[in-house]
C-alpha cells in the first residue's frame, strides 16, 4: 500500500448519499470515544439482547415469534456506506464503491434472506478490491441478525480480475483464513473504526 494506484478518484458530497440516519454534528461525534477502549472495534448489535440481564415481563408483542423487524436494501446500505476505503481516507459510500441499486435482498426460506451486496471497485484494476470485498462483508455478518446470508460480489465488468474475486469473497474457508490473519484484521479494523 505504499502507492496510491488512483489518486484521483471520484468522490460524492457526503450530503448527497441516501441515508435514512440523520446527519451527526461534530458534538455528537465527540461521545464516541467516551464509550470505552472498545468502542471503535466492536460495532453495536442492536438484533441481540444481553444475556446477563434479568427477564422483563413478556408483552403480547414480544410472544409473537413469527414476527420478525424487516431490514431494506437503505438499512443495508447505511450499515456499509460508512466504511473506510483502506487506501483513501474516504468512506466507500462516498467513493461509489457501494451504491444503493447494486444492494439486493432476496428470500431464501421463510425465516432465511441473502443479502447481496455488488461492490464497484475505483478502477478496474484496484488490489484492493478483495479486501474492500471482504471488510463490507465482515461489518454485515457482524451487523445483521442470523437470519441473513451475506454475499458479497464485485460487479460484473467492473474488476479485471473479477471472477477470482468473486470465488475468494464467496469461499468460506478461505474469509476464514484470512479473518486468522493479524495484518488483515489490523486493515479491516482500521476500515471498520468510521461505521456508525
Known amino acids: 500500500m505504499a502507492e496510491i494506484l488512483n489518486a484521483n478518484p471520484t468522490i460524492r458530497n457526503a450530503s448527497d448519499l441516501p441515508t435514512r440516519r440523520q446527519r451527526r454534528s461534530s458534538s455528537q461525534s465527540s461521545n464516541k470515544h467516551s464509550l470505552g477502549l472498545f468502542a471503535s472495534t466492536i460495532p453495536s448489535s442492536t438484533y441481540l439482547s444481553d444475556p446477563f440481564a434479568?427477564?422483563?415481563?413478556?408483552?403480547?408483542?414480544?410472544?409473537?415469534?413469527?414476527?420478525?423487524?424487516?431490514?431494506?436494501?437503505?438499512?443495508?446500505?447505511?450499515l456499509i456506506s460508512t466504511i473506510s476505503d483502506p487506501e483513501h481516507p474516504?468512506?466507500?459510500?462516498?467513493?461509489?464503491?457501494?451504491?444503493l441499486p447494486d444492494i439486493h435482498i432476496k428470500p431464501l426460506s421463510r425465516h432465511l434472506q441473502t443479502v447481496l451486496v455488488e461492490v464497484t471497485p475505483t478502477i478496474t484494476h484496484c488490489s484492493l478490491a478483495t479486501v474492500i470485498g471482504l471488510g463490507v462483508r465482515v461489518r454485515l455478518e457482524q451487523a445483521l441478525p442470523p437470519r441473513f446470508r451475506v454475499d458479497v460480489r464485485i460487479k460484473e465488468g467492473t474488476h479485471s480480475t473479477g471472477e477470482q474475486v468473486n470465488k475468494q469473497l464467496g469461499d468460506k474457508e478461505r474469509v476464514a483464513a484470512a479473518l486468522e490473519n493479524a495484518q488483515l484484521m489490523g486493515v479491516l479494523r482500521k476500515m471498520l473504526e468510521t461505521c456508525q
Open 54 to 78: 434479568p427477564p422483563g415481563p413478556v408483552s403480547e408483542s414480544d410472544s409473537d415469534e413469527d414476527e420478525v423487524e424487516p431490514i431494506d436494501e437503505q438499512e443495508i446500505y447505511d
Open 90 to 99: 474516504l468512506s466507500l459510500g462516498s467513493l461509489a464503491v457501494v451504491n
